[in-house]
Each structure stands twice: as C-alpha cells, then as structure tokens.
C-alpha cells in the first residue's frame, strides 16, 4: 500500500513568490492535515481537512491556505514567501487518531 | 509556557543501556497521546500511542499520567539504530485532528 505522498520533494523559491504544495493521503484515510517544521523544533500544526472541510487552523498568517479535493488529497498555498517560511512542509493522513507522514517538502525561500 | 516539554538532550548512551524520555503537557483536555521518531532530515514516524495504562511494544514501554500530565518513554537494551530524535506528541481533539509537538529529546546509541 502506499503510503502518503508529498510533491515536489524540494523546492526553492524567491521571497515574494507563492508555492502550492500537495500531498496525496493513504487510500481510505479522508483526513488531511498540513504542519511546518523548522530546523530544531518540532512540526508546528497550520491546518487539518476532513471531507473537504477545515476542521482546525494553527497560528499561521493569512498567507497560508489549503483545500481538499473529492479524493482526499490537498494542497497547500503559501503567498508572498518570506525567508521564515523556509521549512520541511509535512503532511499527515489520519485514520481515527492516529497519524501518518508524508516525507515532507523541505522549501527553502531566497 | 510551551504546550508540550521535552528535555532536548542529546542523550548520549552505550548500547545495551537502559534510557528513559520524559515529556509534560499543559493542556488537560488533551485526548491522546503518542510517541513518534524522526530520523535526520526525515518525516516523523509513529513509534507508539501512550495509554494511562501502560503499554509496551518489544523493548519500548511508555507511560501516561493524566493527573500529572506526564508522559514517559522507556527503551530498554539501546540498538545503534535507536539513535534518532524523539518527539512527544499530544492530540488536541476539540480542535479536530490537532497534533502538538514536543521540540524532540535527541538520542546517541555508541558502541
């Protein structure tokens, strides 16, 4: 079975720019949720979608946004970069509590 | 006050040793509770779920206490291959799916 999956692994980005993430979850798993995780803290929670609906937002600025398609799978959207967004962009599928990660789109803003 | 606390470490141990993780959270309407590993320039990935019973998993055996909120992690007889971040994770279920992490206690398995 495969696991979740995140597209593009890497990706570099000029301060200024927007970038789309995705991510596809783990077949029969319909919740999705988006985290930042910069180097030496912990991921940092930004959103979680179930049945296209968001359920929960952390503290991100408006900059951020996601959506989640019929299949289940999401994308995130960040706008005008700064050089603080630069991170590992992980996404989780959930089934009941328990969560699952993507290997993460590690952006780097310039 | 962070919501979920670890002590960073690193942990530095022999293999065949006997190491324990602690972690506390702040919020008492938490509802589950987890484990997870991450590897360097990894995903994190699910060790174990922590209930206030106790549970082991092989050479692993965490530790819920509701009342202090207060988590712990036990690994016992250390492989090289434990050598990894461990995160204390906490899920926030009036939020939806919320999970909040813990900034991770590092472990060193040396031969």
């Known amino acids: 079975d495969a696991g979740v999956t995140q597209s593009p692994t890497h990706l570099i980005k000029t301060r200024g720019q927007q970038v789309t993430l995705r991510c596809s979850p783990i077949?029969?798993?319909?919740?999705v949720s988006w985290y930042q995780q910069v180097l030496g803290q912990g991921p940092q929670f930004i959103f979680q979608y179930y049945e296209k609906e968001e359920r929960g937002r952390g503290n991100f600025p408006d900059r951020f946004s996601a959506r989640q398609f019929p299949n289940y799978s999401s994308e995130l959207n960040v706008n005008a970069l700064l050089l603080g967004d630069s991170a590992l962009y992980l996404c989780?599928?959930?089934?009941?509590?328990?969560?699952?990660f993507g290997q993460g789109t590690r952006l780097t803003v310039v | 006050r962070k919501e979920v606390e670890q002590d960073p470490g690193p942990f530095n141990v022999p293999e065949g040793a006997t190491v324990a993780f602690n972690c506390t959270y702040s919020n008492s309407a938490s509802q589950s509770f987890f484990w997870y590993r991450q590897d360097c320039r990894k995903e994190p990935k699910l060790l174990m779920s922590?209930?206030?019973s106790g549970n082991e998993d092989g050479r692993f055996t965490a530790q819920l206490n509701r009342a202090s909120q207060y988590i712990s992690l036990l690994i016992r007889d250390s492989k090289l291959s434990d050598s990894a971040t461990y995160l204390c994770v906490v899920n926030e279920l009036e939020y939806g799916n919320k999970l909040v992490f813990g900034a991770g206690t590092i472990l060193r398995v040396k031969s």
């Open positions: 077949s029969g798993h319909k919740s």
């Open positions: 922590v209930y206030s």
């Open positions: 989780a599928s959930s089934s009941g509590d328990q969560a699952f």
